[in-house]
């Protein structure tokens, strides 16, 4: 190339030529960078709390769930949008709380109207996650700000509907499960993509001040109340069953004892009947039997005299020395043969 310079001089310039490699290096240069490029809008990476929505020529077309590399056709012609959808994420209503844990109050979500006109402060947190990545990306233009919205209107309607003496005491629990349910009312009414996976009240209390003093003290006094309710229902619990058990050991005891005595009852009117069997057979004999039986039931250290009822002299028989020395025969002094221990019919006597 020739380069003519202005001017009266009619000097030439040319260009200094370029080497082979020089091009062939520039060459290389523009290929690495459209590789770079072709690589880095074909192949993208999801985390494993993440979801990637695909779109083409800017239309939802698919929804990536897997975590990993992946491919795509290069940009423009499709496009990715990663959203932390297996994430559980926090979103506070009433208040809010920085990474370092410092609490700043919102006054304007916290407080609201009950339902008997008394203002009451309640805040709250909601767990919530995505769960359709094309309804959250396309139906809703900020989430975060509607989930907030749609928070706090649950929440003043229910209360809106409640009293304050019932929401600062014991209807706390119901409180929080019917705001939950319209919450995930308007979530699917608006088609939002949002799971509600819970929502919780921090505080649900009156403001501040001489109102605030009072109503804690009738939540002490009630919560009290349940206290000594439930230690008696312990103590119930635990005697009712006791007594319980000793009444019906009481009653087993009871059956015991009657059998007992139905069983004897019946076994001395066996008995009876055999004696009564017997006296039948020989009436006399039985008569004595019963009665020397007991005369040795009711008299058993009486002394027996035998005697035979002939004179004056009382002859007698010291049956009682013959027991004690082991039954040992002798005879009297007085010219008495012998005795039994059967007496007389005409004068034994005792």
Same mark, same amino acid.
């Given at each position: &190339?020739?380069?003519?310079? /202005? ?7 040319? &260009?200094?030529?370029? *080497? ?15 590789? =770079? ?16 929505? =695909? ?20 940009? *423009? ?8 959808? +297996? ?10 709380? !920085? ?12 407080? &609201?109207?009950?339902? !008997? ?15 359709? =990545?094309? !309804? ?22 229910? &209360? ?30 608006? /088609? ?37 309710? +439930? ?19 009481? =009653? ?15 076994? !001395? ?15 006399? #004999? ?17 002394? #027996? ?5 002939? /004179? ?6 010291? %049956?009682?020395?013959? %027991? ?27």
């Amino acid at each position: &190339m020739e380069v003519f310079q /202005g001017g009266n001089t009619q000097r030439v310039y040319q &260009m200094p030529k370029l *080497p082979k490699r020089t091009w062939r290096l520039i060459a290389i240069g523009i290929a690495a960078v459209i590789l =770079i490029w072709f690589g880095s809008t074909t192949f993208y990476t999801v985390q494993e709390q993440e979801q990637a929505a =695909i779109l083409t020529f800017g239309k939802y077309t698919a929804t990536q769930e897997k975590s990993g590399l992946h491919f795509k056709l290069p940009s *423009p012609i499709q496009r990715v949008v990663k959203v932390p959808a +297996n994430l559980t994420q926090k979103l506070h209503i009433g208040y809010r709380e !920085d990474s370092g844990g410092k609490v700043t109050p919102v006054e304007s979500e916290a407080l &609201m109207i009950t339902g !008997d006109e008394n203002i009451v402060s309640a805040d709250a947190v909601i767990e919530w996650k995505v769960a359709n =990545i094309r !309804d959250y990306l396309y139906n809703i233009d900020d989430p975060e700000q509607f989930l907030r919205n749609s928070a706090s209107a649950a929440i003043r309607s229910v &209360m809106g509907a409640t009293k304050l003496d019932y929401a600062i005491t014991e209807g706390k629990t119901v409180i929080q499960t019917d705001v939950k349910k319209k919450l995930e009312e308007i979530q699917e009414k608006y /088609g939002t993509g949002i799971q509600i996976i819970d929502l919780k009240f921090q505080d649900i209390e009156p403001p501040e001040g001489q109102v605030q003093t009072a109503f804690k003290e009738v939540t002490n006094a009630r919560e009290e109340k349940n206290t000594k309710i +439930n230690q008696a229902q312990k103590y119930v619990n635990d005697r009712l069953p006791k007594a319980r058990g000793e009444a019906q050991a009481l =009653i087993e005891q009871a059956e015991a004892q009657k059998k007992s005595r139905i069983l004897n009852a019946q076994g !001395d009117v066996a008995q009876f009947n055999a004696v009564y069997n017997e006296y039948a057979k020989n009436p006399e #004999v039985t008569a004595d039997r019963l009665v020397l039986e007991t005369l040795e039931q009711i008299l058993p250290n009486a002394k #027996v005299i035998v005697t035979d009822g002939s /004179g004056d002299t009382v002859n007698y028989l010291p %049956l009682d020395s013959f %027991l004690k020395n082991g039954g040992a025969k002798s005879t009297t002094s007085g010219g008495t043969g012998g005795a039994t221990t059967q007496p007389n019919q005409g004068g034994a006597g005792q």
